[in-house]
């Protein structure tokens, strides 16, 4: 069992920033890779970002490629989530997840979840 906690978000301006933060415990050495997906209301889960755990590639969904910037730390087994240029329609509960194989960026690829934290982006 892999387990996620979360932090780092809030309410924040258009045009603000904030840093999510995601640590990882328990089996870890068996992750592949870490990611981010958000829900907002009414609307299905979605891909944000990922990255690999061994070598660092990065993916993005196409709404966020440019202002988000994903990251880890090995020694800390942490993925961040460094949102610049923050809009409204950001505005979701993030969650951070764990792959346990290659590949995909859906939710149903993705084997550990955190508990989500709320960012909200004001008008």
């Known amino acids: 069992q892999v387990a996620l906690v979360e932090s780092g978000g809030g309410l924040v301006q258009a045009g603000g920033s904030l840093r999510l933060s995601c640590a990882a415990s328990g089996r870890t050495f068996s992750t592949y890779a870490m990611g981010w997906f958000r829900q907002a209301p009414g609307k299905e889960r979605e891909f944000v970002s990922a990255i690999t755990w061994s070598n660092g590639m990065r993916y993005y969904a196409d709404s966020v490629r440019g202002r988000f910037t994903i990251s880890r730390d090995n020694a800390k087994i942490t993925v961040y989530l460094q949102m610049n240029s923050l809009k409204p329609e950001d505005t979701a509960v993030y969650y951070c997840?764990?792959?346990?194989?290659?590949?995909?960026?859906?939710?149903?690829?993705?084997?550990?979840w955190g508990q989500g934290t709320q960012v909200t982006v004001s008008s």
């Open positions: 997840a764990v792959r346990e194989r290659c590949c995909g960026v859906r939710s149903d690829d993705y084997d550990y």
